[in-house]
Protein backbone atom coordinates (compact mmCIF):
# COMPACT_ATOMS: atom_id res chain seq x y z
CA UNK A 1 0.00 0.00 0.00
CA UNK A 2 1.72 3.09 -1.15
CA UNK A 3 0.38 6.69 -1.40
CA UNK A 4 2.15 9.79 -2.40
CA UNK A 5 2.23 12.08 0.75
CA UNK A 6 1.87 12.02 4.43
CA UNK A 7 -1.05 10.62 6.37
CA UNK A 8 -3.93 12.69 7.65
CA UNK A 9 -5.93 10.32 8.91
CA UNK A 10 -7.06 6.19 8.72
CA UNK A 11 -8.75 3.79 9.75
CA UNK A 12 -10.44 -0.05 9.77
CA UNK A 13 -13.69 -0.91 8.58
CA UNK A 14 -15.34 -3.31 11.25
CA UNK A 15 -14.93 -6.28 9.78
CA UNK A 16 -11.05 -5.44 8.83
CA UNK A 17 -11.67 -5.76 4.80
CA UNK A 18 -10.97 -2.09 4.21
CA UNK A 19 -8.34 0.36 4.88
CA UNK A 20 -9.14 4.22 4.38
CA UNK A 21 -6.72 6.75 4.84
CA UNK A 22 -6.35 10.37 3.78
CA UNK A 23 -3.58 12.36 2.24
CA UNK A 24 -2.72 15.98 3.19
CA UNK A 25 -2.87 16.38 -0.45
CA UNK A 26 -6.52 15.61 -0.10
CA UNK A 27 -7.39 12.53 -1.37
CA UNK A 28 -8.90 9.77 0.10
CA UNK A 29 -7.67 6.29 -0.36
CA UNK A 30 -9.83 2.86 0.29
CA UNK A 31 -7.41 -0.30 0.65
CA UNK A 32 -7.70 -4.00 0.48
CA UNK A 33 -6.05 -5.10 3.67
CA UNK A 34 -5.84 -8.39 2.70
CA UNK A 35 -4.14 -7.74 -0.89
CA UNK A 36 -3.15 -4.17 -0.54
CA UNK A 37 -5.01 -3.34 -3.66
CA UNK A 38 -6.18 0.08 -3.20
CA UNK A 39 -9.67 -0.53 -3.81
CA UNK A 40 -11.23 3.44 -4.41
CA UNK A 41 -9.72 7.03 -4.65
CA UNK A 42 -11.88 9.47 -3.67
CA UNK A 43 -10.68 13.12 -4.51
CA UNK A 44 -12.88 15.89 -2.70
CA UNK A 45 -14.30 19.10 -3.91
CA UNK A 46 -12.96 20.77 -0.41
CA UNK A 47 -9.36 22.20 -0.03
CA UNK A 48 -8.62 21.07 3.78
CA UNK A 49 -7.48 17.52 3.96
CA UNK A 50 -9.72 15.18 5.97
CA UNK A 51 -8.33 13.80 9.29
CA UNK A 52 -11.24 12.44 10.91
CA UNK A 53 -12.51 8.82 9.44
CA UNK A 54 -14.69 6.05 9.58
CA UNK A 55 -16.50 3.45 8.03
CA UNK A 56 -20.29 2.60 8.76
CA UNK A 57 -20.54 -0.71 10.67
CA UNK A 58 -21.48 -2.40 7.25
CA UNK A 59 -18.41 -1.29 5.59
CA UNK A 60 -20.29 0.24 2.24
CA UNK A 61 -20.24 4.14 3.36
CA UNK A 62 -16.88 6.00 4.41
CA UNK A 63 -17.53 9.36 6.58
CA UNK A 64 -14.73 12.23 6.53
CA UNK A 65 -14.79 15.74 8.61
CA UNK A 66 -11.85 18.34 8.17
CA UNK A 67 -11.20 21.01 10.64
CA UNK A 68 -13.62 23.96 8.10
CA UNK A 69 -16.13 21.84 9.27
CA UNK A 70 -16.96 19.75 6.44
CA UNK A 71 -18.42 16.29 6.77
CA UNK A 72 -19.36 13.94 3.79
CA UNK A 73 -20.19 10.27 2.94
CA UNK A 74 -18.72 8.28 0.25
CA UNK A 75 -19.90 4.89 -0.88
CA UNK A 76 -17.29 2.71 -0.55
CA UNK A 77 -17.94 1.00 -3.77
CA UNK A 78 -18.28 3.36 -6.26
CA UNK A 79 -16.41 6.12 -4.51
CA UNK A 80 -20.01 8.40 -4.87
CA UNK A 81 -20.36 11.34 -2.90
CA UNK A 82 -23.28 10.45 -1.29
CA UNK A 83 -23.97 13.13 1.43
CA UNK A 84 -22.53 16.77 2.13
CA UNK A 85 -23.64 18.22 5.71
CA UNK A 86 -24.31 21.52 6.53
CA UNK A 87 -21.41 23.21 7.34
CA UNK A 88 -20.51 23.09 10.95
CA UNK A 89 -18.03 24.63 13.44
CA UNK A 90 -14.40 23.88 12.84
CA UNK A 91 -12.38 20.66 14.16
CA UNK A 92 -15.82 18.18 13.89
CA UNK A 93 -15.06 14.62 15.54
CA UNK A 94 -17.82 11.96 13.76
CA UNK A 95 -18.58 8.32 14.49
CA UNK A 96 -21.01 6.20 13.29
CA UNK A 97 -23.81 4.77 15.44
CA UNK A 98 -25.51 2.75 13.07
CA UNK A 99 -27.42 3.99 10.28
CA UNK A 100 -26.75 7.56 12.21
CA UNK A 101 -23.69 9.33 12.18
CA UNK A 102 -22.98 11.96 15.49
CA UNK A 103 -20.46 14.59 14.92
CA UNK A 104 -19.40 17.18 17.25
CA UNK A 105 -17.17 20.35 16.55
CA UNK A 106 -14.81 22.99 17.80
CA UNK A 107 -18.11 25.44 19.04
CA UNK A 108 -19.53 22.69 21.34
CA UNK A 109 -22.12 21.41 19.19
CA UNK A 110 -23.24 17.49 19.53
CA UNK A 111 -25.38 16.50 16.55
CA UNK A 112 -27.04 13.21 15.24
CA UNK A 113 -27.60 12.81 11.55
CA UNK A 114 -29.40 10.55 9.30
CA UNK A 115 -25.91 8.87 7.73
CA UNK A 116 -28.27 7.90 4.67
CA UNK A 117 -30.26 11.26 3.72
CA UNK A 118 -27.93 13.92 5.56
CA UNK A 119 -31.17 14.88 7.85
CA UNK A 120 -30.72 15.99 11.44
CA UNK A 121 -31.84 13.71 13.87
CA UNK A 122 -30.99 15.70 17.34
CA UNK A 123 -28.59 18.19 18.52
CA UNK A 124 -27.69 19.64 21.70
CA UNK A 125 -24.71 21.87 22.70
CA UNK A 126 -21.89 21.61 25.50
CA UNK A 127 -20.76 24.63 27.36
CA UNK A 128 -17.27 24.08 25.70
CA UNK A 129 -15.76 22.64 22.70
CA UNK A 130 -15.67 18.96 22.28
CA UNK A 131 -12.63 17.68 21.30
CA UNK A 132 -13.40 13.82 21.25
CA UNK A 133 -16.24 11.29 21.42
CA UNK A 134 -16.55 7.54 20.84
CA UNK A 135 -20.04 5.48 20.70
CA UNK A 136 -20.81 2.60 22.78
CA UNK A 137 -20.90 -0.87 20.99
CA UNK A 138 -24.68 -1.21 21.20
CA UNK A 139 -25.19 2.20 20.08
CA UNK A 140 -26.75 3.85 22.82
CA UNK A 141 -24.37 5.93 24.52
CA UNK A 142 -21.85 8.30 23.82
CA UNK A 143 -18.85 9.98 25.03
CA UNK A 144 -17.27 13.08 24.39
CA UNK A 145 -14.56 15.15 26.20
CA UNK A 146 -14.80 18.81 26.16
CA UNK A 147 -12.30 21.84 27.67
CA UNK A 148 -11.83 25.70 27.06
CA UNK A 149 -8.58 26.92 25.81
CA UNK A 150 -7.41 29.83 27.95
CA UNK A 151 -3.82 31.67 28.14
CA UNK A 152 -2.68 29.90 31.28
CA UNK A 153 -3.80 26.31 29.68
CA UNK A 154 -7.27 24.45 29.89
CA UNK A 155 -10.48 25.00 31.83
CA UNK A 156 -13.46 23.23 32.50
CA UNK A 157 -12.23 19.59 31.14
CA UNK A 158 -15.19 17.49 31.55
CA UNK A 159 -15.73 13.97 30.31
CA UNK A 160 -19.12 13.25 30.27
CA UNK A 161 -21.48 9.81 28.50
CA UNK A 162 -25.05 10.91 26.83
CA UNK A 163 -28.05 8.74 26.19
CA UNK A 164 -27.81 9.04 22.37
CA UNK A 165 -31.56 8.62 21.91
CA UNK A 166 -32.38 11.73 24.05
CA UNK A 167 -29.31 13.93 24.39
CA UNK A 168 -29.11 13.77 28.33
CA UNK A 169 -26.21 13.54 30.75
CA UNK A 170 -25.67 10.35 32.32
CA UNK A 171 -22.39 10.70 33.72
CA UNK A 172 -19.93 13.24 34.58
CA UNK A 173 -16.11 12.91 35.21
CA UNK A 174 -14.18 16.15 36.01
CA UNK A 175 -10.56 14.15 37.03
CA UNK A 176 -8.76 15.44 34.70
CA UNK A 177 -7.05 18.68 33.61
CA UNK A 178 -6.49 18.20 30.32
CA UNK A 179 -8.46 17.22 27.26
CA UNK A 180 -7.99 13.40 26.43
CA UNK A 181 -6.37 12.36 23.74
CA UNK A 182 -8.30 9.50 23.19
CA UNK A 183 -11.70 7.21 24.51
CA UNK A 184 -13.21 3.91 23.87
CA UNK A 185 -15.83 1.76 25.47
CA UNK A 186 -15.42 -1.59 26.86
CA UNK A 187 -16.92 -4.64 24.33
CA UNK A 188 -19.80 -4.77 26.91
CA UNK A 189 -20.41 -1.15 26.75
CA UNK A 190 -20.75 -0.62 30.54
CA UNK A 191 -17.38 1.24 30.79
CA UNK A 192 -15.06 3.79 29.03
CA UNK A 193 -11.78 4.02 30.30
CA UNK A 194 -10.03 7.22 29.26
CA UNK A 195 -6.65 7.32 27.78
CA UNK A 196 -4.03 10.36 27.95
CA UNK A 197 -0.46 9.80 26.46
CA UNK A 198 1.99 11.12 27.54
Same mark, same amino acid.
Given at each position: ?17 ? =?????? #??? =? ?63 ? *? =? ?10 ? #??? *? ?5 ? +???? +? ?11 ? =? ?65
Amino acid at each position: MRQRSWARGATLSRDGQW =LAVSEI #GLA =LHVFDTRSGARRTTLQPQWLEAFYHLDFSPDGDRLAAGNGEGTVAVWEVETGRLLVGLPRQGPDV *N =LAWQGSRLITTD #GEA *NIRIWDG +LSGT +LIRAWKRSAPVWF =LAVSPDWRRVVTDSARVSVVGYDSALCEIWDAQTGSSLLTLREHAEPLNAMTFSADGLSSPPRRSI
